[in-house]
């Protein structure tokens, strides 16, 4: 039987550092410690009133009647003590779900997985959704914004927030990033150079004139992609007919059609067509940290 929750609050919380835990104690005790840290979680998670839908991996995906209960359960969840390698981050989602057996569907739901992949260690990000939802003040007013994130399927970047740990402040903690915060991205083609972050800002890629990066090809469209830094991290929206190309270093090309996708290596870009058939106007990319 399916069931519709109209205003559903959505934690992801995933365990970090777990790979090296199994390095350094052994399969047996880092199973262990990784399952009883889950079972903590669910424990909490039902004292807030929520409860656990699926495991997945070393994560947990929980649904809550409110977005204080649900920011109260990730909260505990972090402020636990936690055995050096492991951490813990959180990603918070509000909306209409469906919910089925032992599965949540809806893009509510996938939006919560990408504000936990956007959380660094110890780091609990909400949406604005979420946010507007908050009634505590004392969480409410110690959110931070990092700015427009973008999210595979949104035509737009979203804001989202961020809920510092004060308690790893001087350690673990490192503050949104702010253009001039983090290294750039650097585009090269037909003998010129462009750069992606910083001061730079974001660099267009097609055939029309207001483009940063101005291709003539006829496989390319006028507003082909685009290529952005936002919190730190690096990513290539394609917005074209053909789609984008993307072969990072030692990979095969990738094709990139009307979605999002982060940029962590080295490579070729090529708008309309594969590399390996569009040498001449393929865009080389590097980081420059």
């Known amino acids: ?43 909490l998670t039902s004292e807030a009133g929520g409860s656990v839908v699926q495991l997945r991996g070393d994560g ?6 409110t977005a204080d209960a649900a920011l109260q359960a990730a909260v505990r969840m972090r402020d636990l003590p936690y055995p050096a390698p492991l951490s813990m981050h959180a990603g918070i989602n509000v909306g209409r779900v469906l919910h089925e057996a032992e599965q949540l569907y809806g893009d509510v739901v996938n939006i919560a997985a990408r504000m936990a992949d956007i959380a660094k260690k110890f780091e609990i990000v909400l949406t604005e959704a979420a946010r507007l939802q908050l009634t505590e003040s004392r969480h409410a007013a110690r959110l931070r914004l ?27 903690y490192r503050p949104p990033m702010r253009k001039t915060d983090v290294g750039g991205l650097i585009l090269r083609y037909g003998g010129n150079t ?18 940063r990066l101005r291709i003539e090809h006829r496989l390319v469209s006028r507003r082909h992609a685009s290529v952005e830094c936002v919190a730190g991290k690096f990513f290539l929206q394609d917005h074209s007919t053909n789609g984008t190309y ?5 990979g095969a090309p990738v094709l990139v059609h009307r979605e999002l996708l982060q940029l962590k290596e080295p490579g070729l870009i090529s708008l309309g067509i594969e590399p390996q058939f569009n040498v001449q106007h393929s865009i080389s990319f590097s980081f420059e940290r």
């Not at 399969?27 to 840290?37: G, K, L």
């Not at 427009?148 to 979203?158: A, H, L, Q, R, Y």
């Not at 462009?194 to 483009?211: H, I, K, P, Q, T």
């Open 1 to 43: 039987m399916v069931e519709k929750h109209d205003n559903a609050a959505i934690v992801f919380a995933d365990i970090g550092g777990s790979t090296k835990l199994y390095v350094d104690v052994g399969d047996e005790r880092a199973r262990e410690i990784v399952a009883h840290t889950l079972d903590v979680w669910s424990s």
């Open 60 to 65: 947990m995906l929980c649904m809550f009647p």
């Open 146 to 172: 990092i700015g427009g994130v973008p999210v595979k399927g949104k035509p737009e970047p979203m804001d989202v927030y961020l809920l510092p740990d004060d308690r790893r402040a001087l350690t673990d």
């Open 194 to 211: 462009w750069l992606v972050g910083g001061s730079a800002g974001a660099c267009l890629l097609g055939r029309d004139d207001d483009c």
């Open 246 to 250: 993307v072969a990072e270093r030692n």
